[in-house]
Nanobody, 124 residues
Framework: QLQLVESGGGLVQPGGSLRLSCAAS????????IGWFRQAPGKEREGVSC????????HYADSVKDRFTISKDNAKKTVYLQMNSLEPEDTAVYYC?????????????????WGQGTQVTVSS
């Protein structure tokens, strides 16, 4: 069974950078689109970015556009989220999840397999 494990979270100052990884085991990612979501305390889970199975299509939430970059290495079965110019508002638990498509509207119920999440805290 496919399992996803996120890593790379931590504490960073405003303006700093982090790179999150989403590593898969139990199956290849070749046929899966991957999405990144985040959830801050007291808030609903929101879509951040997604990438298609081939890596040819990506989408970003307006709040992270031009700051975050998603990429996919099918050979390594890993998806990355490079986060630059981080802001306190980016503080949340970040999750990766699988889907059969990557579209601009992030619908959590479409995503089947989820990781356990990694905490990102942006604070001075």
């Amino acid at each position: 069974q496919l399992q996803l494990v996120e890593s790379g979270g931590g504490l960073v100052q405003p303006g700093g950078s982090l790179r999150l990884s989403c590593a898969a085991s139990g199956a290849t990612l070749d046929y899966y689109a991957i999405g990144w979501f985040r959830q801050a305390p007291g808030k609903e889970r929101e879509g951040v970015s997604c990438i298609s199975s081939s890596g040819g299509t990506t989408h970003y939430a307006d709040s992270v556009k031009d700051r975050f970059t998603i990429s996919k290495d099918n050979a390594k079965k890993t998806v990355y989220l490079q986060m630059n110019s981080l802001e306190p508002e980016d503080t949340a638990v970040y999750y990766c999840a699988t889907n059969w498509r990557c579209i601009s509207k992030f619908i959590p119920s479409e995503y089947a397999y989820w990781g356990q999440g990694t905490q990102v805290t942006v604070s001075s």
